[in-house]
């Protein structure tokens, strides 16, 4: 057994899809705009774990949401190969960080704001 896909919740299905393409960098895997259904995936592991913008329109979803956000609390971790490369890369394109890369026991990290409702932590080991 192995994971398929994960969600997010975010406001805007459509506004995560161009940020998280047009500015991580991720890849299409499906885009249904009709459907609000948008899933992307990483370039580097075509193979890998589809990651579901899923939208936040019911009141759990967005108690949940903001619950996590209003706690300062990543809503989901990315791995990176470079931490520091990747803050100053997204921080040129507007992105903007809540934590600045810090090493700690498991790693390097750093947390930026989706614009699209949650926090994302990115992790090296």
Do not use: W
């Not at 913008?53 to 190969?81: H, R, T």
């Not at 394109?93 to 947390?111: E, H, N, Q």
């Amino acid at each position: 057994m192995r994971i398929k896909m994960c969600s997010i919740h975010v406001d805007d299905p459509a506004a995560a899809f161009a940020f998280y393409t047009g500015t991580l960098g991720f890849a299409e895997l499906v885009a249904m705009p009709e459907y609000r259904l948008y899933v992307v995936k990483s370039p580097d592991d075509p193979d890998g774990v589809g990651l579901l913008l899923e939208p936040s329109d019911n009141p759990v979803a967005k108690a949940y949401q903001e619950g996590v956000y209003g706690l300062g609390m990543p809503a989901i971790v990315f791995g990176s190969p470079d931490v520091r490369a990747d803050y100053e890369r997204l921080g040129a394109l507007g992105v903007r960080f809540t934590s600045a890369p810090a090493a700690g026991p498991s790693g390097i990290a750093a947390v930026f704001d989706d614009g699209c409702g949650n926090l994302v932590q990115i992790h090296q080991d």
